[in-house]
């Protein structure tokens, strides 16, 4: 053990007095105290036994209010470290607990898959396509499960790594869409309402892609800059 739990001085053994000594219908009131006990050793080993925790957070997790579960996965949602059965159970709750998590926790690619499998929802989606150091595997699941709008947040995301075939992917998107833009363009009997709005689509996205490349290159200049000193 990682702790002498049986040391009245303990800081976890304090806490599983005073939930010994509570109405079982009042457990989940320590949760709190437990989340913050584990932020205030920012996850490191020697500060609880991991398994005793494990042991004494998950009957309280099953028992305890949707606000109280909230309350502890946003807590200990920025500190690593959690015990592996903590961290699940946290993630397979409702998308109110598991979101801060999902958002803000350092989770594996594989870890990331499970939440996928559990709830491929466009809320969970969008959460993860924004996550930095996201890998293929995660980012073809998503790609393949994901509306347009979580597409374009992914794509978006410099931080999340692409496959070829979800370049190519979402190249084809947007190739798509200009065909389509043109061909209507062409016709002869376009309503001009239509043809005002298609005028438009095609002028701002023109002039987004030149914005693009000036700010691409204005990046490069200044990587270059940094190089050279």
Avoid at 71 to 83: C, N, W
Avoid at 198 to 206: D, G, K, N, T
């Amino acid at each position: 053990m990682d702790v002498s739990w049986r040391d009245q001085n303990d800081p976890l053994s304090k806490i599983r007095t005073a939930i010994a000594r509570s109405r079982p219908d009042e457990r989940g009131c320590h949760l709190k105290p437990l989340a913050e006990l584990h932020v205030a050793g920012r996850g490191k080993p020697g500060v609880y036994d991991g398994i005793l925790y494990a042991e004494t957070v998950l009957p309280l997790l099953g028992g305890a209010s949707l606000f109280e579960r909230m309350a502890f996965a946003d807590i200990v949602a920025d500190v690593g470290r959690l015990p592996g059965d903590v961290l699940a159970a946290l993630l397979g709750d409702v998308y109110l607990v598991s979101r801060p998590l999902v958002e803000r926790a350092r989770l594996s690619d594989g870890e990331l898959l499970g939440v996928i499998d559990r709830d491929a929802s466009e809320s969970t989606l969008l959460v993860i396509a924004l996550r930095q150091g996201i890998g293929v595997p995660v980012t073809d699941r998503v790609t393949d499960l994901g509306t347009l709008k979580v597409h374009l947040t992914l794509a978006g995301n410099d931080g999340a790594t692409l496959s070829m075939a979800t370049f190519d992917r979402f190249s084809n998107l947007t190739r798509a869409q200009n065909d389509m833009d043109l061909a209507l363009a062409r016709r002869s009997d376009l309503p001009i309402s239509i043809a005002k709005a298609l005028h438009q689509r095609l002028s701002e996205r023109a002039a987004r892609r030149v914005e693009e490349m000036m700010v691409r290159d204005r990046n490069r200049a200044r990587r270059a800059l940094a190089l050279g000193r």
